[in-house]
């Protein structure tokens, strides 16, 4: 379930566009601030003060990578792009480098539960590729050892 | 008007027509996935990619309009080589599992590949596998995503179609499944609209699975008779059994693929063993199966002893023209007696009123033209339950014709989200705003309606006290009125709660006199929820006027209600039941018990033995609509014809020939005898009903389609004077006011007969409004008690958003839990107490 606050900031939210499916991005962002995913009652939660259908929902949560329809098991979602500007700058050496140094492959998650690693497309920071996006923070101009450093900074 | 090229073929269309459509006229049919008439264009399938003269690339076909002088090929290498590749991709991820496929042999996928190729798939990446088994969506809609082309029709016919919107296409890319919210049972209309336009095996109909392949199917095309839209559809069988009902490209109805969930689903009551199949007649106190001789003759000696005044008959509005009119005829010439009616829910006086306010009396008016008009005004009716069809329509063609909807009702529905007005006003008193809304236009064009008639009537009231009385603020009275007057053209859609509340007909006829006064175009269509009630009226089934509306030469008859008032007096000798429940529809059910007890024979025709049928002395089993020959007339006044796809069951018989027999054993002139046949019996009635003149029914269907001409007697309209604008008073022991209609699972025995209906409703619900029912400690899914003045009964709660808060809703047609056991004889808005516990 949401919480007051939460919906109050989607009755908010509401007020800003022409209609309340337009908000639909906006508000499951607010519901995804409350634990870092949303689960299916928060998805029921903001349909319903939308006034639009479940799976409308469900279709925004699930087309946008920064929506966590499923709960990522680590405790940091290190989200890499390799779309074209990405990937033409070395974005596969970055993947390479970070499954190295944590051992685990694209999909996976440390045993520690502390890092979940999965690639993305295009991120919206082409001008400085390559680039990934831990939890909300973008991290850019990456190079393999800046990677390394800022994966040690993850607790 | 735009002239181009065609495979060289040089043709004229209108401006923005598209090219898929423009090919099409030229006579080349260009193939389609994502393309579906009724949808907003996706284009996404690229399947439709043709040759535009000039342009290097390929050009979808069924987004691009034309354009002048356009040079366009459908048939080159290039286009031919472009689909086998398209067709190559989409089968690169599809399951190609066609020997288990129900689809199989009716696959849009499957024929295209067939015509288009490729012979062979070049790609070797992994399928996309979504599930290892099917899953199910609904009781009635089985779902295998590793089938699906992506095409979205499911996704959009839901929403813009249906207008629930319930599907959604999660994920991208190759790994976007169009299915609910999380894979979950689906609460929604079950239409199965989403499996009728799927051009592969996606969706598919549980109670079809692996049942029999399309080829080993015998079909009849017929009309649906589920409600008064008349939805043209095939009905299959096998081996004997019906297997379904299907609206599908080929069967050109008005009403397109588009099929309700009663129309697609509730047809296996056709295959029910309690199916009446044998005459039946009452010795010592049971039914006991009798021979159609002694069944005959026990009715030529009833007739022989009864006074024609004492005789009476009631039939069904789902019979046929032919049987209707074969009926009155028998009743008023054989008998001598004009008590015949089609109803036994309303009585003769609200039904003329209705049919004077809706101009049924008149021209036929197809709903595609009503459309046209600027303002769609929906009244008087639960349209998105009560005739599902006729809603998706004002749906899809007011979205697409950008036209203006309004809706005013006593209950919530669907048809709500696509209005741009909807006004919620109290029961019984339509009439009171249809009067506000009227006011309003008079007293702001004065002095051009100072001569309407009935105008008058109108003065002393206000909008402040009519707004009070009908429970609408004045606000949205006066939104109406402006967008009315704002309006060239106006369509006013007049349902059935008119009849049942007797309710609203003077305003709607002065709301329709004044609009045409102030120079606007009006069309009326009524919206009825039996598949042949304006036959009925059209072929004089009802006491006060004979064929045509014609005047009565003798006096008129007594309806349903009278003829029941008179058996409670001991004072009718015989009365005949064709297809109708009296003792489950009459809104008094312990009044008409009463009553039909006392009648001195009681003879009931129907197809399965219903509650009335167990009180008959003489119970004769007539045929459904699959087993006989005839006509059926909509809501619109289209003649459509229903054809059979097998002999009556046993020793059941067609309705018209058991009339006709009766006819001529007490005809005195032999009218009855010779060979009656449905053609025969309509040669009669386009003699004797002018309207039907041109109706020409063949193989192929009925031509001269929307019955036209004027008829011989405009009925009167009753005036806004005579409506109740009162404010309803509170009741404190009885705190709600009960409504009933149709439901959209149930409309009485059929679809209880039904056991594919009867999944998706399994017991007498009540609808409440969610907050008044939370204020009274009631949850969703409760056990309440119903209790009225007229007695009582026990109904599952189901709680509705945006209801009036006093406003409850039981369905007319539960055969458990009856409402019209909550209602007393004469009572329109029954007043009844909800409460916890069963």
Redesign the interface.
Same mark, same amino acid.
């Given at each position: 379930m949401l919480t007051d606050k939460t919906l109050e900031e989607i009755e908010r939210i509401k007020k800003k566009y022409p209609n309340t499916k337009s908000a639909c991005m906006e508000a499951l962002q607010a519901a995804q601030r409350e634990k870092g995913h949303v689960t !299916?009652c928060d998805?029921r939660a903001v349909a319903e003060a939308l006034d639009? !259908?479940?799976? !409308?929902v469900?279709?925004v949560g699930?087309?946008y990578t920064m929506y966590n329809v499923e709960k990522p098991k680590g405790r940091h979602h290190v989200q890499v792009c390799r779309n074209l500007s990405c990937s033409l700058l070395g974005a596969e050496h970055i993947i390479l480098a970070i499954e190295q140094e944590l051992g685990i492959k694209t999909g996976e998650t440390t045993e520690d539960d502390r890092i979940t690693l999965s690639t993305a497309e295009c991120l919206g920071s082409c001008g400085t590729a390559p680039m990934m996006q831990i939890n909300d923070e973008f991290h850019e101009d990456l190079t393999v050892d800046k990677v390394s450093d800022i994966l040690k900074g993850l607790k | 008007m735009v002239t181009l090229k065609v495979n060289g073929k040089e043709i004229s269309v209108a401006d923005g027509t598209l090219i898929l459509d423009a090919a099409k006229e030229a006579g080349f049919v260009i193939p389609t996935f994502c393309y579906q008439a009724e949808l907003s264009s996706l284009g996404s399938c690229r399947m439709c990619i043709i040759e535009i003269g000039g342009q290097k690339k390929l050009q979808p076909a069924c987004i691009t309009p034309v354009l002048q002088d356009m040079e366009i090929s459908t048939e080159t290498e290039q286009v031919e080589d472009a689909r086998a590749s398209m067709l190559e991709f989409l089968l690169s991820n599809h399951a190609l599992d066609c020997p288990v496929c129900d689809k199989a042999g009716e696959c849009e996928l499957q024929d295209m590949v067939h015509k288009h190729g490729p012979r062979k798939g070049r790609f070797a990446e992994m399928r996309e596998t979504f599930h290892v088994k099917d899953y199910p969506l609904s009781p009635v809609i089985v779902k295998n995503s590793n089938r699906c082309v992506q095409c979205m029709r499911c996704v959009r016919v839901c929403k813009e179609v249906v207008g &629930? $919107?319930?599907? $959604?296409?999660? $994920? &991208?890319g190759a790994h976007q499944e169009e299915t609910?919210?999380?894979k979950g049972e689906l609460d929604c209309d079950h239409c199965g609209m989403c499996i009728e336009v799927c051009p592969v095996g996606c969706f598919m109909r549980r109670p079809y699975r692996y049942k029999s392949r399309p080829w080993d199917l015998n079909s009849t095309k017929t009309v649906c008779q589920y409600c008064a839209t008349g939805c043209i559809t095939k009905i299959e069988e096998r081996d004997g059994e019906v297997i379904r009902s299907i609206a599908s490209k080929d069967t050109e109805g008005f009403n397109g693929r588009m099929l309700c969930s009663r129309g697609r689903f509730g047809h296996d009551f056709l295959n029910n063993e309690e199916r009446l199949t044998t005459p039946l007649l009452r010795v010592n106190g049971t039914l006991e199966p009798v021979s159609w001789d002694k069944a005959l003759d026990v009715i030529k000696d009833k007739l022989k002893k009864s006074q024609p005044d004492r005789v009476g008959a009631v039939a069904s509005a789902r019979l046929t023209n032919e049987e209707l009119y074969m009926l009155q005829k028998v009743m008023r010439e054989g008998v001598g007696s004009s008590n015949v009616d089609a109803s036994s829910r309303w009585s003769a006086g609200d039904s003329e009123a209705f049919i004077a306010a809706t101009a049924i009396d008149g021209a036929g008016l197809s709903i595609d033209n009503c459309m046209e008009a600027d303002t769609i005004f929906v009244v008087g009716s639960h349209i998105s339950d009560e005739n599902p069809v006729t809603d998706y329509m004002v749906r899809y063609l007011s979205a697409s014709r950008r036209k203006t909807v309004m809706v005013a009702s006593v209950r919530p529905m669907k048809l709500d989200r696509s209005a741009q007005i909807t006004a919620r006003h109290m029961p019984g008193r339509l009439g009171a705003f249809l009067a506000g809304v009227t006011l309003k236009l008079y007293e702001e064009n004065k002095t051009k309606l100072s001569g309407v008639k009935g105008v008058k009537s109108l003065d002393g009231l206000s909008i402040d006290k009519l707004s009070k009385a009908s429970g609408v603020a004045p606000g949205d009275i006066e939104a109406i009125a402006k967008k009315l007057s704002s309006s060239q053209s106006v369509s006013i859609m007049a349902g059935t709660d008119m009849i049942r509340l007797g309710d609203g007909t003077g305003g709607l006829c002065l709301l329709s006199d004044i609009l045409k006064t102030l120079d606007k175009r009006v069309f009326v269509l009524p919206l009825l929820d039996r598949s042949n009630q304006r036959g009925a009226w059209d072929m004089g089934a009802h006491p006060n006027f004979g064929p045509g509306y014609s005047e009565l030469k003798g006096d008129t008859g007594l309806d349903c209600g009278a003829m029941l008032e008179k058996a409670s007096k001991g004072e009718m000798d015989l009365l005949y039941v064709i297809g109708d429940d009296i003792l489950a529809m009459y809104p008094d059910r312990a009044f008409a018990e009463g009553a039909i007890e006392k009648v001195g024979f009681l003879v009931v025709q129907d197809i399965f033995l219903s509650d009335t049928g167990k009180v008959a002395d003489l119970v004769l089993p007539g045929a459904s609509f699959v087993e006989k020959t005839g006509t059926v007339t909509n809501q619109e006044g289209r003649v459509q014809p229903i054809k059979p796809l097998r002999k009556p069951l046993g020793k059941a018989r067609e309705d018209l020939n058991i009339i006709a027999d009766i006819g001529s054993m007490i005809s005195k002139n032999g009218s009855f005898t010779g060979d009656i046949t449905a053609e025969t019996v309509m040669e009669d009635i386009k003699k004797d009903v002018p309207m039907y003149g041109d109706v020409e029914c063949d193989e192929q269907g009925c031509r001269g389609f929307l019955i036209g001409g004027v008829a011989r007697r405009s009925l009167k309209c009753i005036s806004v004077g005579e409506e109740d604008t009162t404010e309803l008073k509170e009741n404190k022991k009885y705190p709600y006011y009960l409504v009933t209609g149709n439901h959209l699972f149930g409309s009485g025995t059929l679809t209880g007969s039904s056991s594919m209906l009867r999944k998706l409703i399994k017991e007498p619900t009540i609808e409440m409004c969610i907050e008044e029912a939370k204020s009274s400690g009631l949850t969703d899914g409760d056990m309440v008690t119903v209790e009225s003045d007229g007695g009582n009964g026990k109904y599952r709660l189901q709680t509705r958003k945006k209801s009036s808060s006093k406003v409850v809703f039981i369905a007319e047609n539960f055969n458990e839990g009856s409402v019209n056991r909550l209602y007393k004889i004469g009572e329109r808005v029954p007043r009844v107490s909800v409460n916890k516990g069963a």
């Amino acid at each position: 379930m949401l919480t007051d606050k939460t919906l109050e900031e989607i009755e908010r939210i509401k007020k800003k566009y022409p209609n309340t499916k337009s908000a639909c991005m906006e508000a499951l962002q607010a519901a995804q601030r409350e634990k870092g995913h949303v689960t !299916e009652c928060d998805m029921r939660a903001v349909a319903e003060a939308l006034d639009i !259908e479940p799976v !409308e929902v469900q279709e925004v949560g699930g087309f946008y990578t920064m929506y966590n329809v499923e709960k990522p098991k680590g405790r940091h979602h290190v989200q890499v792009c390799r779309n074209l500007s990405c990937s033409l700058l070395g974005a596969e050496h970055i993947i390479l480098a970070i499954e190295q140094e944590l051992g685990i492959k694209t999909g996976e998650t440390t045993e520690d539960d502390r890092i979940t690693l999965s690639t993305a497309e295009c991120l919206g920071s082409c001008g400085t590729a390559p680039m990934m996006q831990i939890n909300d923070e973008f991290h850019e101009d990456l190079t393999v050892d800046k990677v390394s450093d800022i994966l040690k900074g993850l607790k | 008007m735009v002239t181009l090229k065609v495979n060289g073929k040089e043709i004229s269309v209108a401006d923005g027509t598209l090219i898929l459509d423009a090919a099409k006229e030229a006579g080349f049919v260009i193939p389609t996935f994502c393309y579906q008439a009724e949808l907003s264009s996706l284009g996404s399938c690229r399947m439709c990619i043709i040759e535009i003269g000039g342009q290097k690339k390929l050009q979808p076909a069924c987004i691009t309009p034309v354009l002048q002088d356009m040079e366009i090929s459908t048939e080159t290498e290039q286009v031919e080589d472009a689909r086998a590749s398209m067709l190559e991709f989409l089968l690169s991820n599809h399951a190609l599992d066609c020997p288990v496929c129900d689809k199989a042999g009716e696959c849009e996928l499957q024929d295209m590949v067939h015509k288009h190729g490729p012979r062979k798939g070049r790609f070797a990446e992994m399928r996309e596998t979504f599930h290892v088994k099917d899953y199910p969506l609904s009781p009635v809609i089985v779902k295998n995503s590793n089938r699906c082309v992506q095409c979205m029709r499911c996704v959009r016919v839901c929403k813009e179609v249906v207008g &629930r $919107g319930v599907l $959604g296409t999660i $994920g &991208r890319g190759a790994h976007q499944e169009e299915t609910s919210f999380l894979k979950g049972e689906l609460d929604c209309d079950h239409c199965g609209m989403c499996i009728e336009v799927c051009p592969v095996g996606c969706f598919m109909r549980r109670p079809y699975r692996y049942k029999s392949r399309p080829w080993d199917l015998n079909s009849t095309k017929t009309v649906c008779q589920y409600c008064a839209t008349g939805c043209i559809t095939k009905i299959e069988e096998r081996d004997g059994e019906v297997i379904r009902s299907i609206a599908s490209k080929d069967t050109e109805g008005f009403n397109g693929r588009m099929l309700c969930s009663r129309g697609r689903f509730g047809h296996d009551f056709l295959n029910n063993e309690e199916r009446l199949t044998t005459p039946l007649l009452r010795v010592n106190g049971t039914l006991e199966p009798v021979s159609w001789d002694k069944a005959l003759d026990v009715i030529k000696d009833k007739l022989k002893k009864s006074q024609p005044d004492r005789v009476g008959a009631v039939a069904s509005a789902r019979l046929t023209n032919e049987e209707l009119y074969m009926l009155q005829k028998v009743m008023r010439e054989g008998v001598g007696s004009s008590n015949v009616d089609a109803s036994s829910r309303w009585s003769a006086g609200d039904s003329e009123a209705f049919i004077a306010a809706t101009a049924i009396d008149g021209a036929g008016l197809s709903i595609d033209n009503c459309m046209e008009a600027d303002t769609i005004f929906v009244v008087g009716s639960h349209i998105s339950d009560e005739n599902p069809v006729t809603d998706y329509m004002v749906r899809y063609l007011s979205a697409s014709r950008r036209k203006t909807v309004m809706v005013a009702s006593v209950r919530p529905m669907k048809l709500d989200r696509s209005a741009q007005i909807t006004a919620r006003h109290m029961p019984g008193r339509l009439g009171a705003f249809l009067a506000g809304v009227t006011l309003k236009l008079y007293e702001e064009n004065k002095t051009k309606l100072s001569g309407v008639k009935g105008v008058k009537s109108l003065d002393g009231l206000s909008i402040d006290k009519l707004s009070k009385a009908s429970g609408v603020a004045p606000g949205d009275i006066e939104a109406i009125a402006k967008k009315l007057s704002s309006s060239q053209s106006v369509s006013i859609m007049a349902g059935t709660d008119m009849i049942r509340l007797g309710d609203g007909t003077g305003g709607l006829c002065l709301l329709s006199d004044i609009l045409k006064t102030l120079d606007k175009r009006v069309f009326v269509l009524p919206l009825l929820d039996r598949s042949n009630q304006r036959g009925a009226w059209d072929m004089g089934a009802h006491p006060n006027f004979g064929p045509g509306y014609s005047e009565l030469k003798g006096d008129t008859g007594l309806d349903c209600g009278a003829m029941l008032e008179k058996a409670s007096k001991g004072e009718m000798d015989l009365l005949y039941v064709i297809g109708d429940d009296i003792l489950a529809m009459y809104p008094d059910r312990a009044f008409a018990e009463g009553a039909i007890e006392k009648v001195g024979f009681l003879v009931v025709q129907d197809i399965f033995l219903s509650d009335t049928g167990k009180v008959a002395d003489l119970v004769l089993p007539g045929a459904s609509f699959v087993e006989k020959t005839g006509t059926v007339t909509n809501q619109e006044g289209r003649v459509q014809p229903i054809k059979p796809l097998r002999k009556p069951l046993g020793k059941a018989r067609e309705d018209l020939n058991i009339i006709a027999d009766i006819g001529s054993m007490i005809s005195k002139n032999g009218s009855f005898t010779g060979d009656i046949t449905a053609e025969t019996v309509m040669e009669d009635i386009k003699k004797d009903v002018p309207m039907y003149g041109d109706v020409e029914c063949d193989e192929q269907g009925c031509r001269g389609f929307l019955i036209g001409g004027v008829a011989r007697r405009s009925l009167k309209c009753i005036s806004v004077g005579e409506e109740d604008t009162t404010e309803l008073k509170e009741n404190k022991k009885y705190p709600y006011y009960l409504v009933t209609g149709n439901h959209l699972f149930g409309s009485g025995t059929l679809t209880g007969s039904s056991s594919m209906l009867r999944k998706l409703i399994k017991e007498p619900t009540i609808e409440m409004c969610i907050e008044e029912a939370k204020s009274s400690g009631l949850t969703d899914g409760d056990m309440v008690t119903v209790e009225s003045d007229g007695g009582n009964g026990k109904y599952r709660l189901q709680t509705r958003k945006k209801s009036s808060s006093k406003v409850v809703f039981i369905a007319e047609n539960f055969n458990e839990g009856s409402v019209n056991r909550l209602y007393k004889i004469g009572e329109r808005v029954p007043r009844v107490s909800v409460n916890k516990g069963a």
